[in-house]
């Protein structure tokens, strides 16, 4: 096979060879299935045939290379177990697609006509189905009720006609308790014929998902119904998700799916963004609303748009607390406000090791060292440029910049903020003018 960063060095390439996938004579009739374990984003597929449009950039992900054949764009997903690197320091065995969880994103333009193959390499059968899009009812993908299960070791082929651009997602629908909590899912975006229209400069795509891991495993308990404990955008916690790097000025648009089992709100500092897509499609322009917060319920898409004209490091988070946090967050007991002292010299007879937290608050936990199970991650993780930050789970920094090429998606590090610019110790001086506002 392939890997990605050989299919890249070919640069501009969107024909993929062709291989055998099972068998001599399929040969030519199945394009290659590419995979990637790559955990960083592998930058946006920009379109080297057909009509031009602004690729999309998957956190932590890629996008699925095609093939053309006569008229028709010819994708190949595998379905198989994975590993999955959360965050440095935790692996989990998951499902998933081509090499990945979340799978590779599938990006056609409204108006293809677009065959995809699904090899089964899973121990159980599956099906996928194309959530949101408009597609002929034996092509739905709903295991028993428009198609016959894939069976393991079997290649289906689904073929429609992309009716609708707009924001989308791909998943299971078959022994539907185990599929999607192991992970299988994938994003699919298509993009409109005319590239003026809903045209931004540059577009994120992400899918949530949630994980109960018992601490110092990495198989998820998949019969969980409420009590996950890994809150992942794209499978990866913070601060393992790839920052949103933006271009001051540029147009952004940041689509969101939401496959756990409740909803989350995602906030986004600094800015007042316009809710512009669902899955149901584009809001037209008189119906769009400001937020600062959207909420996205389960099973659902969101896009929002905003133009950056704001430089800075700003969050982008779930706003439910719990949800950006990492594992063991809600057993931990609060005892903020209570003396510790002689409780600890008690428990210190029976555990050595044993200390006391949070009776003045939980932030110590953020920097502290404290022995973990293999495997595990601590509750609160990462650091930035002013010490530790208290959030792990749902989380990213948009990255918004002066000066960074139109394609670049590299970190470009932390904000420099102008001098006099940030949040300080009250010295006393109230007489110095308040620094240049940068800010809009
Ligand atoms: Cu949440």
Redesign the pocket.
């Known amino acids: 096979m392939f890997s990605r960063r050989r299919f890249l060095s070919t640069s501009g390439l969107a024909l993929v060879g062709m291989g055998a996938v099972s068998g001599r004579a399929q040969a030519a009739a199945i394009p290659e299935a590419l995979t990637t374990q790559a955990v960083t984003m592998q930058g946006p597929l920009h379109p080297s045939s057909g009509p031009n449009y602004q690729p999309v950039a998957t956190l932590n992900g890629w996008t699925l290379p095609w093939r053309m054949n006569g008229d028709w764009k010819e994708f190949h997903l595998v379905a198989q177990p994975v590993e999955r690197e959360i965050a440095p320091g935790m692996r989990a065995h998951l499902w998933g697609y081509n090499g990945q969880t979340p799978g590779p994103t599938l990006e056609m333009v409204e108006g293809d006509k677009v065959r995809i193959f699904v090899t089964n390499k899973l121990p159980e059968h599956t099906t996928v189905h194309w959530h949101g899009m408009r597609v002929p009812n034996g092509m739905d993908g709903v295991g028993g009720l428009t198609q016959p299960y894939i069976e393991p070791g079997q290649t289906f082929v689904y073929e429609f006609f992309a009716r609708d651009s707009g924001t989308f997602m791909y998943h299971p629908h078959a022994d539907e308790m185990v599929q999607m909590a192991m992970g299988m899912m994938g994003s699919l975006v298509v993009h409109p014929r005319d590239p003026s229209e809903h045209r931004v400069d540059r577009d994120f795509v992400f899918l949530?998902s949630a994980y109960a891991f018992e601490p110092g495993t990495s198989l998820p308990r998949v019969a969980e119904m409420t009590d996950f404990n890994i809150?992942t955008w794209n499978a990866r916690v913070f601060p393992g998700i790839d920052p949103l790097v933006v271009r001051k000025s540029d147009r952004v648009r940041v689509r969101m799916g939401n496959l756990?089992m409740?909803?989350?709100?995602?906030h986004l500092h600094g800015y007042h963004f316009s809710v512009t897509c669902t899955d149901g499609g584009w809001i037209p322009e008189s119906a769009r609303w400001p937020e600062a917060t959207i909420d996205v319920p389960v099973g659902v898409l969101r896009a929002f748009e905003f133009i950056a004209d704001a430089p800075g490091d700003w969050a982008l988070h779930?706003?439910?607390t719990?949800?950006?946090m990492n594992a063991m967050g809600h057993q931990v007991k609060t005892y903020i406000g209570v003396d510790l002292k002689g409780a600890t010299k008690r428990v210190r007879r029976l555990a050595p090791d044993y200390m006391p937290m949070g009776s003045h608050g939980m932030s110590d936990m953020g920097a502290m060292e404290m022995p973990l199970p293999d495997n595990t991650l601590p509750m609160m993780t990462g650091a930035g440029p002013f010490g530790p930050l208290g959030m792990g789970?749902?989380m990213s920094v948009v990255k918004v910049r002066e000066g960074i090429g139109a394609r670049d998606y590299k970190d470009p590090g932390w904000y420099a903020h102008p001098a006099g610019s940030v949040a300080r110790v009250a010295d006393g001086d109230t007489t110095q003018p308040p620094a240049e506002m940068h800010h809009h």
Do not use: V
């Open positions: 949530m809150w756990t409740t909803n989350h709100p995602i779930c706003h439910k719990h949800h950006a789970g749902m």
